[in-house]
């Protein structure tokens, strides 16, 4: 599965996420959250660059409240919770988020 | 059906682009008028090659399915003296008919456990039985063909082997162990799950059912370390792979990632920190949960499970003891002994394992914990009993003790409790909609379909007794209603577990 994006196949999952990590790029970011109807700001490059960094040490995505407590740091306590990062990725951080950041799926019992 | 290839069998689901309607909230649970083949449509992904291999089943569907699937079924027939007798003993009563969450929703007759059960049966009937080689469509015998495949496919996955049915059959027909053997015919001949066989993967890999690794697992609960001594000013520990420490926690690793698994894992640190009781955390065991049940595949229950024993000898713990996690106190209950057991270098004073609830739940009995109630006086809580837990298992040592104990428990650490309609709690108990596999994404339309029954019985107590928080002990009922709750317009946060409650109750600190 995948898709073609200026010209470059790009490999997903079932569900439209990258299956290699280093394909990602800001432009293909940029695709793929036009697919999920969602226009990128500052804020929303800030969770998907966050993400980035947290797997490219750990191999996995933060513990949600792990993220929620970087967003009060990036964006002040007002805007540091469930609900802005919500407002941020309707579909939820594993579904939304994480796909854009070029990140696996996370699944288990979450 | 129509016809279908091979092919279109292996191909995943097509990706639906609208989003998934939940039925309304009327507060009533009807037996519907059936609708025949409308819930047909629901399929799972399928597991690629590579992961199915790693399992050891065929990458994909195998040339001479048909003939090795049988051969599977005379084998299971043959293990399983119940699988026979479920075969032979139905005499279509129809007690079951309107007891599953999947069929009072969908309408779809084959979501009916007589339907369900009757993909199998007349398969069994037509390579097993007397009459139905001899006298086929007439006896209820039918050919194993693709078309029919497909049906298993579609309908073993909307089955989450809640065996409520079970409970209202005369015979008491297990459909949940009918769709254990199906499934693990299926993975035989190379048609598997793509979730199931996946989680699996990762723990065979990585060790939990997330595949968080080791250097995760411990940025994690140094994050929550820092989280509670921030709130409480307390250093409340979570360790990792102590040695001799009195218990081992064994806990379902979305404990470790989700919202709001994460609340339970810091009441039950606070409960081992405030009682004074040396534990661990263990990497070789980060996960309770074992997918191995859901597809019947006794060899793969055993593997993930002998991760347990491993870290029992590796670090030695006095006491095992399980998290908030459904299926896996029915495989801790029933069977670790038999898998791992029988346990012989842990303490014989104490249920060898124990759930964390009895846990908790004793210690407050005996005065160890100090609680002010009054800090969930925000909420009026009503409890969920987890499918596994309130049919497969017991907690403490009175018939009914996975009844009362959660119960007991949170009268003991919140002021304000009220019980859902009778008939949908305790034995009776439905399924959230996500339990035996079926947690996973594409098929959402199964998921909030399966989770109405509960809704209803809950949205009664949230109209009539302004009920905010529905406390639970399953890391796949959390993350199943957090994720449907919404598109019934229920708050996410309504749904939480019993710890969740423990911990914000209990006061750290010397006692005064």
Redesign the interface.
């Known amino acids: 599965?995948g898709f073609e994006f200026n010209g470059k196949f790009y490999e997903t999952d079932?569900?439209?996420y990258l299956t290699n990590l280093d394909d990602w790029n800001q432009e293909v970011a940029n695709y793929i959250a036009q697919q999920e109807g969602i226009e990128m700001t500052e804020s929303h490059w800030e969770v998907v660059n966050f993400l980035r960094d947290y797997y490219s040490?750990?191999?996995?995505a933060p513990?949600?409240?792990?993220l929620i407590?970087e967003m009060k740091k990036m964006f002040g306590p007002e805007k540091g919770n469930?609900a802005y990062l919500y407002q941020l990725y309707p579909a939820g951080p594993a579904?939304q988020a994480c796909k854009i950041a070029g990140l696996p799926k996370?699944?288990?019992?979450? | 059906m129509a016809e279908i290839t091979k092919e279109e069998l292996m191909t995943?689901?097509p990706?639906k682009k609208e989003p998934d309607k939940a039925p309304k909230l009327t507060g009533k649970i009807v037996k519907p008028k059936i609708v025949r083949g409308a819930a047909g449509h629901n399929k799972p992904?399928t597991a690629k090659p590579e992961l199915m291999e790693k399992l050891g089943f065929p990458g994909q569907l195998v040339d001479n399915w048909q003939e090795a699937a049988i051969r599977k079924m005379g084998e299971l027939l043959e293990k399983y003296k119940s699988l026979q007798v479920y075969m032979d003993i139905c005499v279509r009563c129809g007690a079951c008919t309107d007891k599953c969450q999947y069929f009072l929703s969908t309408k779809d007759p084959n979501n009916m456990p007589v339907g369900r059960a009757e993909l199998f049966r007349k398969v069994y009937r037509r390579y097993f039985t007397r009459e139905g080689k001899i006298l086929g469509k007439i006896a209820g015998a039918v050919d194993f063909d693709l078309e029919l495949l497909a049906e298993w496919y579609s309908y073993f996955h909307q089955c989450s082997q809640c065996r409520r049915c079970s409970v209202f059959c005369p015979y008491g027909i297990d459909t949940a162990e009918i769709s254990m053997a199906a499934r693990e015919i299926m993975d035989s001949i190379g048609l598997g799950e793509?979730?199931v066989v996946?989680?699996l993967g990762?723990v065979h890999d990585i060790g939990?059912?997330?595949?968080?690794?080791p250097?995760?697992l411990e940025?994690?609960l140094e994050?929550?370390e820092e989280?509670i001594e921030e709130e409480t000013g307390i250093p409340v520990k979570l360790p990792l792979d102590v040695e001799d420490a009195e218990v081992l926690l064994v806990t379902?690793?979305?404990d470790?990632?989700?919202?709001p698994?994460?609340e339970s894992l810091v009441g039950y640190a606070k409960v081992f920190h405030q009682a004074g009781i040396n534990w661990t955390f263990s990497t070789k065991a980060s996960e309770a949960?074992n997918f191995g049940m859901f597809i019947g595949n006794y060899g793969q229950m055993k593997k993930v499970a002998s991760r347990i024993n491993d870290a029992i000898h590796e670090l030695r713990p006095k006491r095992l003891v399980v998290g908030e996690?459904g299926h896996a106190w029915r495989v801790a209950y029933q069977f670790w002994n038999t898998l791992i057991g029988p346990f012989d270098t842990l303490n014989p004073k104490y249920p060898r394992p124990q759930h964390i609830v009895e846990f908790t739940l004793d210690l407050i009995n005996r005065g160890a914990l100090v609680i002010d109630k009054s800090a969930n006086d925000e909420f009026t809580v009503t409890f969920h009993d987890s499918c596994n837990v309130a049919r497969a298992t017991r907690m403490g040592d009175k018939p009914g003790g996975q009844f009362e104990l959660p119960r007991e428990l949170i009268k003991a650490v919140a002021n304000n409790y009220v019980e859902m309609d009778a008939e949908t709690i305790k034995a009776k108990t439905f399924c959230c909609g996500g339990g035996g596999g079926l947690?996973?994404?594409?098929i959402m339309e199964v998921r909030i379909n399966g989770a109405m029954p509960r809704m209803q019985a809950l949205h009664n107590v949230m109209e009539t007794h302004g009920v905010n928080f529905m406390a639970l002990i399953c890391?796949?009922c959390?993350?199943q209603f957090t994720a449907v709750f919404p598109k019934y317009g229920v708050p996410?946060e309504v749904a939480g577990g019993i710890h969740q409650l423990v911990g914000r109750a209990l006061v750290l600190g010397a006692k005064e």
Do not use: Q, W
């Open positions: 599965m079932d569900d439209g040490e750990y191999k996995i513990m949600i409240k792990i407590k469930n579904l996370p699944t288990g019992c979450v | 995943s689901a990706k992904y793509k979730y996946e989680v990762k939990n059912n997330l595949g968080m690794n250097k995760a940025n994690a994050f929550v989280e379902p690793s979305a470790f990632f989700a919202s698994h994460m949960g996690c947690l996973t994404d594409e890391a796949i959390k993350a996410r």
